[in-house]
């Protein structure tokens, strides 16, 4: 049987594959705890230094299965759908010190679109789009996408783009700052895996405080965000990869970091 989720493992990169390409690879119950799990395990394995999230066939993701909600003996309702399929997705995305770069190789609409945005990394295919299809059939945006939609690229853009229901391509997404880059689909992995190995080379704790600091921005006034910059700046100088990194800098060669 197929698995929804693939994953491998190389050079200390995880590269986790949404694996239902016949629907676009949108979410059904499975495909939801499955991601979850690989997350977790990602987090626990001490070789993997960084995460790709991908998508396999033409579409990144279509967001929530429709098949599965409009079938009564499937449908969990909403609240489960939310709380329990989505909602831990984007928490775990986020909570997880390590870098994760999403690789966008086609539509990502709904949740899909929400979960590549609160990727630390996103780059995307140039036959990419983005669509906050929600509006179309009357429901509003979720997946934390009412929160780092607005942050990335302003409130009336947001709106527009949540209320309207436009396709974006990946060529405006980015330049609008909602994506990092847009690339050739043909070369998409390639420069997908490129960013991650480099991240997965780099000092690892350093990368997961910086991402721990950038989400506690979201809220935190300006004297709250310098007393914690001060807190895990001090933490990040006790750390071996910080030793090394001087190190190398002092001896003028390529530092060898190892996460540590």
């Known amino acids: 049987m197929t698995q929804p989720i ?3 493992i190389n050079s200390g990169v995880a590269i986790l594959t949404l694996n239902r390409p016949e629907v676009f690879n949108s979410f059904n119950k499975e495909m939801a705890f499955l991601l979850q799990d690989e997350l977790d395990a990602c987090e626990k394995d001490a070789t993997v230094r960084a995460i790709v999230i991908t998508g396999s066939g033409r579409a990144f993701c279509a967001g929530q299965d429709i098949g599965e909600i409009t079938n009564p003996d ?10 329990d399929h989505y909602n831990p997705i984007i928490k775990k995305i986020r909570a997880i010190e390590k870098p994760i770069v999403c690789g966008v190789n086609g539509v990502a609409a709904g949740a899909g679109a929400n979960i ?23 429901l509003i945006p979720d997946s934390a996408g009412t929160f780092f939609l607005p942050r990335l690229i302003g409130f009336g853009k947001a709106s527009a783009i949540m209320m309207l229901g436009d396709k974006i391509s990946a060529e405006k997404a980015e330049k609008m700052g909602m994506i990092y880059s847009v690339v050739p689909s043909e070369t998409l992995m390639d420069e997908v895996k490129a960013a991650a ?10 990368l997961g405080l910086t991402k721990r600091l950038l989400n506690e921005s979201m809220t935190n006034n300006l004297e709250e965000q310098l007393i914690l910059e001060s807190k895990l700046q001090i933490e990040s100088a006790s750390t071996e990869d910080y030793a090394e990194g001087v190190a190398a800098f002092v001896e003028k060669r390529k530092p060898n970091f190892k996460g540590n």
């Open 6 to 8: 693939t994953k491998q």
């Open 74 to 83: 499937l449908n969990p309702g909403f609240k489960k759908i939310l709380d």
């Open 116 to 138: 590549a945005l609160a990727c630390d990394v996103v780059i995307a295919s140039d036959k990419a789009s983005f669509i906050q299809a929600f509006s179309k059939i009357g």
């Open 197 to 206: 190995t480099t991240l997965a080379n780099m000092p690892t704790k350093a």
